[in-house]
T-cell receptor, first 119, second 113 residues
Framework: EAGVAQSPRYKIIEKRQSVAFWCNPI?????LYWYQQILGQGPKLLIQ????????DSQLPKDRFSAERLKGVDSTLKIQPAKLEDSAVYLC?????????????????FGSGTRLTVV | KQEVTQIPAALSVPEGENLVLNCSFT??????LQWFRQDPGKGLTSLLL?????REQTSGRLNASLDKSSGRSTLYIAASQPGDSATYLC????????????FGKGTKLSVIP
């Protein structure tokens, strides 16, 4: 099966500019996650969608970050305006169904990520 | 607040050696723990998942153990190969109703041919 697709792979912007990332999850996966991974650290969950509804966005800096998942498939994550500390890899992941729980054979499938550099 | 620590931060071993990666967590009330592998420039690949009621899981040359009461997990890699070189991350899930994972910072493993 095709994996989780993300674009672009790399992005360099100046601070105060805006940027958007795109994610296409595995077909049929109802749950979609955006994680931020700063260099040298583990990923941190930004937002979690179940179909097109938000399940958890408690760690999303809502003053500058926004995300949407229209029609319960693709998702976009936007940063406006960007700060230097937003430099990180943004990972998108999907899982089959929130209700099935976390099983080894389902679990998360991660995309390759978008590496953002803010200068 | 759950905190996950991985020791060592980096490890270099000769090919063929058996090795152990450590993961500790501060809140023992977890639902499960998962080990991931991350290659440079790539996303995360799930390796092993251990439910809170389990003590260990095995997949090929990998064996992960969980001691929930002491807040520790280990990932054992047997007969290491250069292809095992990557960063290994452990992550805990707090409860059945929560899907927010808490990750450690990872252990960067280098297997020298």
């Amino acid at each position: 099966e095709a994996g989780v697709a993300q674009s672009p792979r790399y992005k360099i912007i100046e601070k105060r500019q805006s940027v958007a990332f795109w994610c296409n999850p595995i077909s049929g996966h109802a749950t979609l996650y955006w994680y931020q991974q700063i260099l040298g650290q583990g990923p941190k969950l930004l937002i979690q969608f179940q179909n097109n509804g938000v399940v958890d966005d408690s760690q999303l800096p809502k003053d500058r970050f926004s995300a949407e998942r229209l029609k319960g498939v693709d998702s976009t994550l936007k940063i406006q305006p960007a700060k230097l500390e937003d430099s990180a890899v943004y990972l998108c992941a999907s899982s089959l169904d929130l209700g099935t729980g976390w099983r080894e054979d389902y679990g998360y499938t991660f995309g390759s990520g978008t590496r953002l550099t803010v200068v | 607040k759950q905190e996950v620590t991985q020791i060592p931060a980096a490890l270099s071993v000769p090919e063929g050696e058996n090795l152990v990666l450590n993961c500790s967590f501060t809140d023992s009330a977890i639902y499960n723990l998962q080990w991931f592998r991350q290659d440079p420039g790539k996303g995360l690949t799930s390796l092993l998942l251990i439910q809170s009621s389990q003590r260990e899981q095995t997949s090929g040359r990998l064996n992960a153990s969980l001691d929930k009461s002491s807040g520790r997990s280990t990932l054992y890699i047997a007969a290491s190969q250069p292809g095992d070189s990557a960063t290994y991350l452990c992550a805990v899930r707090p409860g059945a109703g929560s899907y927010q994972l808490t990750f450690g910072k990872g252990t960067k493993l280098s297997v020298i041919p």
